[in-house]
C-alpha cells in the first residue's frame, strides 16, 4: 500500500444502521473520524435503517417476511446475516479494502471468513458479550444446552480476531479472563462525545417554553432518559422509581426518550398513575438529541446489563447534566467520582438517589458541570480515533503510521 494513501476500510455492522442509539453511535462517530482524517469508509449493513448524508452505505435485499428494524436478538438475523455476508463477499473489487472493521459477533464471524479469502486484516469492534446480550433479550436461557453451544461460538469468534477493541475496561478483562484472549490482542478504544454538539443549553424563555411544548409545567424539575427502551435497560425500574416518588410528595416530571416498546411503557406509566408526570418522545433522531436531552435537569442510566457498555452516559455528560445510574463498572468508568450511583436492580435505590438530587439542585448543577468538564478532557473522539488507527497501522505491518490525517 502506498504510504500516502488514505486506507480504505470495509466496515460490517449487523445491524439495522443507522438507528439512533448506542452502538449506532460508535459506528457513526468512528466513521466520521475516519473521513475527516481521508480515509475512505464503506459500511455494509442491514436492508433497513436511516440514510445519513456523507456515508458510503451498501446494504444487503430485504427479508420478504420481515420489514422492521431489528433491535437485540432475533431467529431473523440469522437470515439477514447470511445476506450480509453475501453483500460483503461482493464489495472486494468495488472497494479493495485495506482493512476489515467489523462491529459485533457477527460481523467478526463474517470478517474472519473475508479476512482469510482476502488477505486483508480484521478488526473486530467488540461491544459486550453476544450471549449475555441474548440472554438480556430473553433469547437464550443461562446453562442450558444451546446456550453452552452459543457460548462455545462466541469464545471462537473471540479468539479468532488478531485484534478487538474494547469500549471498557470491563470488557477488557472479560474478553482476557472469561474468553481466553491474548492481552495483548485486546485494545480499549472508550466510546466518546463531540462535546461541540452536546453541551449544556441556555435556559432563557425559549428554552422554558420548549419544556411546556414538550409537557413538563414550569418549575417542575424534569429527568430525562434517552435510549431503548426495554427491561435490560431498566426502563421497567425508572418508572417503578417515579412512582415511589411521587407517592413520597416529590414533584418531578420524566422525559422518556426511545424505542420500541412505546406503547408498552405508556400503559405501564398509566397503570401507575403516571399519566400527566411521563412524556413518551418515541424514537428521537440523533442530530436532535442535545435538544431533547438539554430539557432535563437530571439524566437517568439505569442499564442493568453487565457487559455492554453505556455510551448514553457521555452524552448526558457533555449536556452538562448530573447523573444517576445502577452502579455498574461501564457507569464508574464514565462518571468517576462525580455519578450518583443506585445499587443495580435496585428500584428503590434507584429513587432515593433520584430524590436526593431532585431536592438538592444546587448540587446537581456543580455535579452536572464537573462532569461536562470530565467529558471534554477524557472522552474525546480525537483519542478514540487515534487508537483506531494505531490498530490499523499495527494491522497492516506499520506500526509507526497511524494516518491521522491523509
Not at 108 to 119: K, P
Not at 222 to 227: E, H
Not at 243 to 251: H, S, V
Not at 264 to 282: E, F
Request: hydrophobic share 40%; proline share 6%.
Amino acid at each position: 500500500m502506498p504510504e500516502d494513501r488514505p486506507y480504505r476500510v470495509l466496515m460490517l455492522a449487523p445491524t439495522s444502521f443507522f438507528g439512533d442509539y448506542g452502538c449506532h453511535v460508535r459506528i457513526l462517530e468512528e466513521v466520521r473520524f475516519l473521513q475527516g482524517c481521508g480515509h475512505r469508509v464503506t459500511i455494509c449493513t442491514y436492508p433497513i435503517g436511516r440514510d445519513l448524508p456523507g456515508l458510503d452505505l451498501r446494504r444487503t435485499m430485504r427479508l420478504p417476511w420481515r420489514g422492521h428494524y431489528e433491535v437485540g436478538s432475533s431467529r431473523h438475523k440469522i437470515a439477514l446475516d447470511a445476506l450480509l455476508a453475501v453483500r460483503a463477499l461482493g464489495l472486494r473489487r468495488s472497494v479493495r479494502p485495506d482493512v476489515i472493521h467489523s462491529h459485533l459477533h457477527e460481523g467478526a464471524l463474517i470478517g474472519s471468513v473475508l479476512s482469510r479469502l482476502w488477505g486483508v486484516p480484521q478488526l473486530f469492534d467488540f461491544q459486550g458479550s453476544m450471549t449475555a446480550e441474548m440472554v438480556d433479550h430473553h433469547f437464550l436461557q443461562a446453562d442450558t444446552g444451546s446456550y453452552r453451544a452459543v457460548r462455545r461460538l462466541e469464545r471462537w469468534i473471540d479468539q479468532r480476531a488478531p485484534r478487538i477493541l474494547t469500549s471498557t475496561t470491563q470488557a477488557t478483562r472479560l474478553l482476557t479472563e472469561t474468553f481466553g484472549c491474548a492481552p495483548e490482542r485486546v485494545i480499549f478504544a472508550p466510546d466518546c462525545v463531540n462535546t461541540e454538539v452536546f453541551c449544556p443549553p441556555v435556559r432563557d424563555e425559549a428554552w422554558q417554553a420548549l419544556r411546556r411544548s414538550w409537557g413538563v409545567p414550569d418549575g417542575r424539575p424534569a429527568l430525562v432518559y434517552l435510549g431503548l427502551l426495554a427491561d435490560y435497560q431498566g426502563t421497567d425500574h425508572l418508572l417503578q422509581a417515579l412512582a415511589m416518588l411521587t407517592r413520597q410528595g416529590l414533584d418531578v416530571h420524566l422525559l422518556l426518550g426511545g424505542y420500541p416498546n412505546v406503547e408498552r411503557y405508556r400503559q405501564m406509566a398509566a397503570s401507575l398513575g403516571l399519566a400527566d408526570r411521563v412524556t413518551l418522545a418515541g424514537r428521537v433522531p440523533y442530530d436532535e438529541a442535545p435538544a431533547f436531552l438539554g430539557l432535563g435537569d437530571i439524566a437517568v442510566a439505569p442499564k442493568l446489563s453487565k457487559t455492554e457498555g453505556a455510551g448514553k452516559i457521555l452524552n448526558y455528560m457533555a449536556m452538562g447534566l448530573p447523573v444517576v445510574a445502577y452502579d455498574t463498572s461501564a457507569s464508574r468508568e464514565y462518571l468517576g467520582e462525580m455519578g450518583v450511583y443506585a445499587e443495580r436492580g435496585n428500584p428503590e435505590a434507584l429513587a432515593a438517589r433520584l430524590g436526593e438530587l431532585a431536592r438538592q439542585p444546587d448540587l446537581g448543577r456543580a455535579r452536572g458541570a464537573a462532569l461536562r468538564k470530565r467529558a471534554e478532557e477524557q472522552f474525546h473522539w480525537g483519542r478514540t480515533g487515534q487508537i483506531i488507527l494505531d490498530a490499523y497501522a499495527a494491522l497492516l505491518g506499520k506500526p509507526g503510521e497511524s494516518k491521522a490525517s491523509a
